[in-house]
Each structure stands twice: as C-alpha cells, then as structure tokens.
C-alpha cells in the first residue's frame, strides 16, 4: 500500500473492505489508479488493502451519514484535486427474511439510506471533482437485478426497493453528466459469493467484480444511463 504521484488517475470505491468492492479496488490499483478504498472501519480498510497491488489508500466513509461524506470529500480535494472514477458499492441489509406486507420498515429505511440515498450523497459531494476534463469519468453503481421492475417478486423488499432506487439516480446522473462527458451507469455483478450474497453462490468476487469493471472501462463513446451485467443490457 502505498501513495500515488498527482498525476495519477483517482478511483474512489465504497464498501471496499470486501467482496466485489475488494476485488474492484485491487482490478483498479494494478491498472494504475491510485485508489481509495472508503470504508466505514478503517482498521478493516487497512487489512484488507495489506496485500493490494499498485498505489491504494484507506479513507474512512460512512454513506449515511452526511458529516462523514463531507469529510471524506473534502480530504480528496486536498490529498488529490481531482477524481476520475467513482464506484458506489456499499450496500447492506439483503433482507430475504421479510415479505412486502410483513417488513419492517426501519429496516427498510435503513436499506434506502445506505444502498440509494447513500450513493446519491456521496455522488453529489465527489462530482464536482470529476469535472476537470480528461476522458475516462466514469460513475458505477453496483446494483442488482433485484431492483429491475420487470422481474420483480415480493422477496427481499428494502433491497429490492433500494436497488430500484439506485437504478432511477442512475438514469438522473445520466441524463445531467452527459454533457460533461461523464458516463453514469448501473451494473448487476450477478449472484456472489460474498459475506451478503452467501457460499451457495455460483460467482466469486473476482467473477463480479468483472461487470462493474467494464463499466469502468467503456469508451468515452461508450454508454450511459444503462443497466447492465457482463456487458449486456439488463431490463428496467
């Protein structure tokens, strides 16, 4: 672990401590990014970018909270002025236990603020410093296929209604950064192995991790206010 000259292109991913948001962060590091992994426990950060590759630095972010997302961006314009990828990660709460009409509904609160509300603060404070003109800006939301409406069941209700959610901030930051040059776009990594999505899961993190990445990687021709998985569109 080990900083970066300024030169270098910025990549913030949230949630990285683990899982996809882990593999993310080590895929961008060993492409050159100096890479930010922002984590709510920066002792967690810090052991799992132990063996990361490349320039990669630990920052502590709580997505729910505001305070903390105004600190956070705040330390990146001063560490780094400028920032070219953001990869909105942190998630919580799969709650396959609740049903619609039986859920509980602090619960799902709790979900929209960290999985959407989360990710719509922390875009809204790190934008404005992506807005410095060289190609590759690219904003990733990691979603799901639970939040599309056309496959939609009653099983997990708060993430569902939260990736939902982060799906439509998709299509709004699109539509807005489209004439900055700047790609927005939703990805469902698939069904992981990771501590949410459990062992049974038939993808590794690495797997996943490899959908959001080509997000990340499209052309500054490339699309924008998509939904997508392993590069393919994925219906609303």
């Not at 729910?64 to 709460?93: C, E, P, Y």
């Not at 003109?133 to 997990?156: C, F, K, Q």
């Not at 700047?182 to 490899?210: F, H, K, Q, Y």
Request: with cysteine.
């Amino acid at each position: 672990m080990q900083e970066s000259p300024k030169t270098a292109p910025v990549a913030v991913v949230t949630g990285a401590n683990r899982g996809i948001g882990r593999a993310v962060a080590a895929r961008l590091a060993r492409d050159g990014y100096h890479t930010v992994l922002a984590v709510r426990d920066p002792d967690r950060g810090r052991h799992a970018a132990r063996d990361l590759p490349g320039s990669v630095t630990v920052e502590r972010l709580d997505v729910a909270d505001a305070d903390s997302v105004t600190d956070f961006a705040r330390r990146l314009r001063d560490r780094h002025g400028r920032l070219d990828v953001l990869v909105n990660n942190a998630a919580i709460n799969y709650d396959t236990w609740q049903d619609p009409l039986g859920a509980d509904l602090t619960v799902v609160r709790d979900t929209l603020e960290v999985n959407a509300l989360g990710a719509w603060r922390v875009s809204q404070a790190l934008v404005p410093l992506m807005r410095h003109r060289s190609p590759g800006r690219r904003i990733v939301n990691v979603s799901s296929e639970s939040g599309s409406l056309t496959g939609m069941g009653a099983a997990a209700p708060g993430y569902a209604m939260s990736k939902a959610a982060l799906n439509a901030l998709t299509r709004l930051l699109a539509a807005q950064l489209a004439a900055d040059g700047i790609l927005v776009n939703s990805v469902c990594p698939g069904w992981v192995a990771t501590d949410m999505g459990g062992p049974a899961a038939p993808r590794t993190a690495a797997e996943g991790a490899a959908s959001v990445l080509w997000a990340v990687r499209i052309p500054d021709d490339g699309p924008t206010g998509g939904f997508f998985r392993d590069g393919e569109p994925l219906p609303w």
